[in-house]
């Protein structure tokens, strides 16, 4: 399957900042990539889906303002918190879309909004 | 409708035991169903998936059983070990859209 990373794996900011999570494919070329959020013991929510050379589909609920998803190449999608709060702390997680509905999923990013 | 429910939300087995987790699914419009299993601080991995038209599908020592009349599945994970102690999530899609769908997930603990 497709191999994912994700820079950078842990970070902490203040709050008021933003963050850059950066999301990519290594060994595919990815048309669709996905961002998910993960709170501890819980499934993964779906934020959005970031598609190359186009406007990210964001899920319901999730502010399209506060998370920025820029994907300007078939081989990395970037998200942005902006103007970070506590409760944006998560684990945030990217996945690769490869031959229709099979993903493959980033190592994941730890952010910790101080 | 897009709901997957997944038990149970933990369980214990003791090395060499079965351990089983079921899902359930109301979309009929779902045809991929994926397994994935998950370590702390970690992403999910891609286990083993399965379509609606196999009855069972074996890759080493889990198998997904798939019951379509009923809107169900599971996974067993033969012969556990202790390395098999993980989060373990089910997902369904739909060929005319991409996204998964997951399950509430399963903390299994294999002891030694």
């Known amino acids: 399957g497709a191999v994912v990373s994700q820079h950078p794996s842990r970070v902490i900011c203040k709050s008021g900042t933003s963050v850059k999570i950066e999301c990519r494919s290594l060994?595919?070329?990815?048309?669709?990539m996905f961002w998910y959020r993960q709170f501890p013991k819980k499934s993964l929510m779906l934020m959005a889906t970031?598609?190359?050379?186009?406007?990210?589909?964001?899920e319901q609920g999730v502010e399209k303002d506060k998370f920025l998803i820029n994907h300007a190449s078939l081989t990395l999608s970037t998200l942005t918190v902006t103007s970070a709060h506590p409760e944006d702390s998560s684990f945030y997680i990217c996945?690769?879309?490869?031959?229709?509905?099979?993903?493959?999923f980033g190592p994941g990013t730890r952010l910790l909004v101080l | 409708q897009q709901q997957v429910k997944q038990s149970p939300q933990s369980l214990i087995v003791q090395k060499g035991g079965i351990p089983i987790i079921n899902c359930a699914y109301e979309?009929?419009?779902?045809?991929?169903f994926p397994w994935y299993q998950q370590f702390p601080g970690k992403g999910p991995a891609l286990l083993i998936a399965?379509?609606?038209?196999?009855s069972e599908k074996k890759e080493g020592r889990f198998t997904i059983s798939f019951n379509k009349s009923a809107k169900q599945f599971s996974l067993h994970i033969m012969d556990s070990q202790p390395g098999d102690s993980a989060t373990y999530f089910c997902?369904?899609?739909?060929?005319?859209?991409?996204?998964?769908?997951f399950g509430g997930g399963t903390r299994v603990l294999v002891k030694p």
């Open positions: 996945s690769v879309g490869q031959g229709g509905e099979t993903q493959y």
């Open positions: 060994d595919f070329q990815a048309t669709t």
């Open positions: 970031s598609n190359e050379g186009s406007k990210a589909t964001y």
């Open positions: 979309n009929t419009a779902f045809d991929y």
């Open positions: 399965i379509r609606p038209d196999v």
């Open positions: 997902a369904a899609s739909s060929a005319a859209g991409n996204k998964l769908t």
